[in-house]
C-alpha cells in the first residue's frame, strides 16, 4: 500500500486567500484525522471521520476551518481566509479501528501565510 | 483532562550509550499508550502500542514498558539512525468509546556517533 498520500507537500499563500489540503488515506481505514503541528503547541487533533461522518471537530481552531470526507478515498481539509497564524504542518492520518486503534500518518503538508 | 507529559526534551548519547525517555500521563481510563518516532520533515511512524500496566514490546533496539502512571522508551546501544523526535500519545475513554490520541511534545534524540 502507497499510505497515507497528502497534497500538496507545501503551500505557500498570502493572508486572506482560501487553502485547500487534501489527503487520501490507507485503502480500507475507516477512519481518519486531521492534526496541526507547531513548534509551540506540538501535535494538535483538528478534527476525525469515522467512515467519513465526522464524530468529534472540537480541535477545529475556528469557523475559517472546515473539513470534508465525501467518500471513503479522499478528504479535504479547508481554510477560508488563511491568516499567518495558521501557519504550521498540517498531518493526515488513517486507521482501522477496531481492534487496533494505531494511526498511520501522512507526510504532511507544510502551510506558510505570509 | 487527558494529558501527557514527555521528557527529556532533548536527550544526546554517544553511540552505543544507552538510556530511557520518558512519558507520563494522565487519562480517565486507558484505552492504549502509543509510541511514534519522526524523522524531521516527515509524518510520525508507528512504533508501538501498549495497553495494561506490565506490558512490555521491543523492536531492534527499542523496548517500551507501560506502568499505570508512566511509560518508558528504553534504547539500548544506539546507532546514529536512531536520531529522531520520539513522541507518546494516549488514548482514553473520555466517557465512551474514542480513536483521539492526546500527543506529548516528544524528546529530541541525538546520537553521536
Known amino acids: 500500500d502507497a499510505g497515507v498520500i497528502q497534497s500538496p507537500r507545501h503551500e505557500v499563500t498570502e493572508m486572506g486567500q482560501e487553502v485547500t489540503l487534501r489527503c487520501k488515506p490507507i485503502?480500507?481505514?475507516?477512519?481518519l484525522f486531521w492534526y496541526r503541528q507547531t513548534m509551540m503547541r506540538g501535535l494538535e487533533l483538528l478534527i476525525y471521520?469515522?467512515?467519513?461522518?465526522?464524530?468529534?471537530d472540537s480541535g477545529m481552531p475556528e469557523d475559517r476551518f472546515s473539513a470534508k470526507m465525501p467518500n471513503a478515498s479522499f478528504s479535504t481539509l479547508k481554510i477560508q481566509p488563511s491568516e499567518p497564524r495558521d501557519s504550521a504542518v498540517y498531518f493526515c492520518?488513517?486507521?482501522?479501528?477496531?481492534?487496533?486503534?494505531?494511526?498511520?500518518f501522512g507526510p504532511g503538508t507544510r502551510l506558510t501565510v505570509t | 483532562e487527558d494529558q501527557v507529559t514527555q521528557s527529556p526534551e532533548a536527550l544526546r548519547l554517544q553511540e552505543g550509550e544507552s538510556s530511557s525517555l520518558n512519558c507520563s500521563y494522565t487519562?480517565?481510563?486507558?484505552?492504549?499508550l502509543f509510541w511514534y518516532r519522526q524523522d524531521p520533515g516527515k509524518g510520525p511512524e508507528f512504533l508501538f502500542t501498549?495497553?495494561?500496566a506490565g506490558e512490555e514490546k521491543e523492536k531492534e533496539r527499542l523496548k517500551a514498558t507501560l506502568t499505570k502512571k508512566e511509560s518508558f522508551l528504553h534504547i539500548t546501544a544506539p546507532k546514529p539512525e536512531d536520531s529522531a523526535t520520539y513522541l507518546c500519545?494516549?488514548?482514553?475513554?473520555?466517557?465512551?468509546?474514542?480513536?483521539?490520541?492526546?500527543f506529548g511534545t516528544g524528546t529530541l534524540l541525538a546520537v553521536q556517533p
Open positions: 487519562v480517565s481510563g486507558l484505552r492504549g
Open positions: 500519545a494516549v488514548q482514553g475513554w473520555e466517557g465512551g468509546a474514542t480513536n483521539k490520541l492526546i
Open positions: 485503502s480500507g481505514h475507516d477512519y
Open positions: 501498549l495497553y495494561s
Open positions: 492520518a488513517s486507521s482501522l479501528g477496531i481492534p487496533t486503534y494505531e494511526q498511520y
Open positions: 471521520f469515522n467512515n467519513n461522518v465526522p464524530i468529534d
